[in-house]
């Protein structure tokens, strides 16, 4: 029997799941709330007679019991079974386990669920982003010629990652294990990293504290801040002037990484080089 391996993270804030169906993808709502399926992750054949229903139920659970399911959040999700079967018993019909789901319950709360059969490793944090660009769900730039977000050419390639309030997917979910994982090799892969000025408190909406910014957690990270650039103030134009000097200085071999911006511990824009002392 195929098994399943699946990831499920949280989307913090929340999204529409509807937005995912498009012209041929599985809609359900109900009273606990709404799943929303893309793609085939397994197919289970649904035959004929009196009991094929109780025998595709049957097979659907052990193939569902036997996935393994990767929650970190604790998203309480996993791969389900969906279908619309015929009525008459002599006809015969399918049930489909869906490649990316996305749910949302009650309290307006969505996750995610990409799933592949084993032996295939679960999606790894890039491939999910990945499959959430395609969904529209998230955005960013890839090099001419495809690839994928990890998978960069390396010659004279510098990268530019910017976040801010309205990031959909949570920093620890996707973004911060490909920044590890484009940081991590002997010849690290040259990264700034940007986002606009911090919200003033008295202009936060609502009583719920503000989301982690990237350039916070970069900065606290004893690696990462080795490693990654940052500017604080991309909604500036010192923070944009700030931007390309550092690309400037993240020289793919032999970068000079620096923290830029109005917060403290950072300076407003990155020292200009003296052409005649080289410093």
């Given at each position: 029997?195929?098994?399943?391996?699946?990831?499920?993270?949280?989307?913090?804030?929340?999204?529409?799941?509807?937005?995912?169906?498009?012209?041929?993808?599985?809609?359900?709502?109900?009273?606990?709330?709404?799943?929303?399926?893309?793609?085939?992750?397994?197919?289970?054949?649904?035959?004929?007679?009196?009991?094929?229903?109780?025998?595709?139920?049957?097979?659907?659970?052990?193939?569902?019991?036997?996935?393994?399911?990767?929650?970190?959040?604790?998203?309480?999700?996993?791969?389900?079974?969906?279908?619309?079967?015929?009525?008459?018993?002599?006809?015969?019909?399918?049930?489909?386990?869906?490649?990316?789901?996305?749910?949302?319950d009650?309290?307006?709360?969505?996750?995610?669920?990409?799933?592949?059969?084993?032996?295939?490793a679960?999606?790894?944090?890039?491939?999910?982003?990945?499959?959430?660009?395609?969904?529209?769900?998230?955005?960013y730039?890839?090099?001419?010629?495809?690839?994928?977000?990890?998978?960069?050419?390396?010659?004279?390639?510098?990268?530019?990652?910017?976040?801010?309030?309205?990031?959909?997917?949570?920093?620890?979910?996707?973004?911060?294990?490909?920044?590890?994982?484009?940081?991590?090799?002997?010849?690290?892969?040259?990264?700034?990293?940007?986002?606009?000025?911090?919200?003033?408190?008295?202009?936060?909406?609502?009583?719920?504290?503000?989301?982690?910014?990237?350039?916070?957690?970069?900065?606290?990270?004893?690696?990462?801040?080795?490693?990654?650039?940052?500017?604080?103030?991309?909604?500036?134009?010192?923070?944009?002037?700030?931007?390309?000097?550092?690309?400037?200085?993240?020289?793919?071999?032999?970068?000079?990484?620096?923290?830029?911006?109005?917060?403290?511990?950072?300076?407003?824009?990155?020292?200009?080089?003296?052409?005649?002392?080289?410093?």
């Open positions: 029997m195929t098994r399943l391996r699946s990831r499920t993270v949280r989307l913090d804030p929340p999204v529409d799941p509807f937005d995912l169906a498009g012209g041929t993808g599985f809609v359900w709502s109900g009273p606990g709330g709404e799943l929303v399926g893309t793609g085939t992750a397994a197919r289970i054949p649904v035959g004929t007679g009196a009991d094929r229903v109780e025998r595709a139920a049957e097979a659907a659970a052990a193939l569902l019991a036997g996935a393994e399911v990767d929650d970190p959040a604790g998203a309480e999700g996993g791969p389900v079974a969906v279908g619309a079967l015929p009525f008459s018993p002599e006809a015969p019909g399918e049930l489909v386990v869906p490649a990316l789901l996305l749910r949302r009650i309290a307006g709360a969505t996750s995610v669920t990409a799933t592949v059969p084993a032996p295939a679960p999606p790894s944090a890039s491939e999910l982003l990945a499959r959430l660009r395609e969904a529209e769900f998230v955005d730039d890839v090099p001419d010629g495809g690839g994928d977000v990890v998978r960069l050419p390396a010659s004279g390639l510098r990268i530019v990652v910017v976040s801010g309030p309205d990031a959909s997917v949570p920093l620890g979910d996707a973004l911060m294990p490909v920044l590890t994982d484009l940081t991590s090799d002997d010849q690290p892969a040259p990264v700034v990293a940007v986002e606009p000025s911090r919200v003033p408190e008295d202009q936060i909406d609502g009583d719920d504290p503000p989301a982690e910014r990237l350039v916070d957690v970069i900065r606290d990270d004893g690696d990462l801040s080795q490693y990654v650039s940052t500017v604080d103030d991309l909604d500036r134009v010192s923070g944009r002037v700030a931007t390309v000097l550092a690309l400037v200085d993240a020289q793919p071999g032999s970068p000079r990484i620096g923290h830029y911006g109005t917060e403290d511990g950072t300076e407003l824009l990155p020292p200009v080089e003296d052409a005649e002392s080289g410093s």
